[in-house]
């Protein structure tokens, strides 16, 4: 089932306590679609300046799961650039820099053949443009968010209203307590299920993730693995994973009835798939492990995966 995502293609410069990497590919979108393409087929919707580097195209191009024909390369603009520092344990960063660049400008356009699309990832972008983004699906039958600090303090109106009309949204940990002010992330996502949205996908990094939906709660472990070198990036592969899945397996519905969403039995699963994706991804800087990553790698990590929890 058509999958298509908005979001950023960054370039980025990453310190960790690996090394570091200096205007490499990034973004939100990028992530995202690159994970998702493993799955199913993606459409991306992004723009990007003149200034994005042959390279950074070709690794794009690289998947071929990706539709980029909806990837504008505006002349003269500038693509967005972000700069992070991980501490010592790597869950936590600081944003040395955000440089928006095309972000700034029109929201890019949407090709007349990605209307039909009926899995909707608004990835990372401003609210203001998420929005605009979620009217032009009228197919869609799940519509997922994710957000992050700098448009929870910076456009609140417009991320308030995304919320009231999406089925999900997916945010880390300190972010739902920046967004509700609660502290304890079952008790945020309950907060922000009030806001509209059918389920929260709340991610805890090394920790795991929380799916807090209508229906109940299920809960995850991280992939443990044994080598992390830049975890940026990890969310939105998360996310490319648990996305392409779902439309993948043409995501059952909740059983209410209705048309739109995702059952918890259908999301639990996405989680897994999603799990398992970010933990190839920090595995190297910018998109190189997803370059390499086959098929029979996914697969024997996620069957790995499943057995590790020795529960019934
Ligand atoms: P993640 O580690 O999953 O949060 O995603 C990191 C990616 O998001 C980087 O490649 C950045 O280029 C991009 N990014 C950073 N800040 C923002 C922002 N405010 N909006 C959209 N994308 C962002």
């Known amino acids: 089932m058509p999958l298509v995502v908005t979001g950023t293609i960054g370039i980025d410069t990453v310190y960790t306590p690996s090394g570091h990497a200096q205007s490499v590919l990034g973004g939100s979108c990028t992530y995202f679609a690159a994970a998702a393409s493993f799955h199913a087929p993606v459409r991306i919707v992004a723009a990007a300046g003149d200034d994005l580097p042959a390279e950074h195209l070709e690794t794009i191009r690289h998947f071929p799961g990706i539709d980029a024909s909806g990837l504008e390369i505006r002349k003269g603009s500038k693509t967005f650039r972000w700069g992070g520092k991980y501490h010592d344990n790597m869950d936590r960063r600081d944003t040395l820099y955000t440089e928006l660049g095309v972000l700034a400008e029109a929201p890019p356009k949407i090709p007349d053949k990605f209307r039909d699309s009926e899995f909707v990832f608004l990835a990372n972008t401003h609210p203001g443009v998420q929005l605009g983004m979620l009217e032009a699906f009228p197919q869609r039958r799940l519509a997922v968010a994710d957000t992050m600090d700098l448009w929870i303090n910076t456009a609140r109106p417009e991320l308030d209203k995304l919320l009231s009309k999406v089925d999900g949204l997916v945010l ?6 920046l967004l509700t002010g609660k502290r304890n992330s079952v008790a945020a996502a309950r907060h922000i299920l009030e806001m509209g949205p059918t389920f929260v996908v709340v991610k805890k990094g090394e920790h795991g993730s929380l799916l807090i939906h ?60 999603g799990t398992v994706m970010a933990s190839f991804n920090i595995e190297s800087f910018s998109l190189d492990r997803l370059r390499t990553l086959t098929r029979e790698e996914l697969d024997a990590r996620y069957a790995s995966f499943a057995g590790m929890m020795r529960v019934h």
Do not use: C, I, W
């Open 172 to 177: 880390n940990y300190d972010e739902a307590e």
């Open 214 to 273: 209508r229906e109940g709660l299920g809960a995850l472990p991280a992939y443990p693995a044994e080598q992390v070198v830049d975890p940026t990036g990890a969310g939105d592969s998360f996310a490319g994973g648990m996305m392409g899945f779902l439309a993948a397996a043409g995501a059952k519905h909740p059983g209410n009835g209705s048309r739109r969403g995702a059952s918890l039995e259908s999301l639990m699963r996405a989680l897994a798939h």
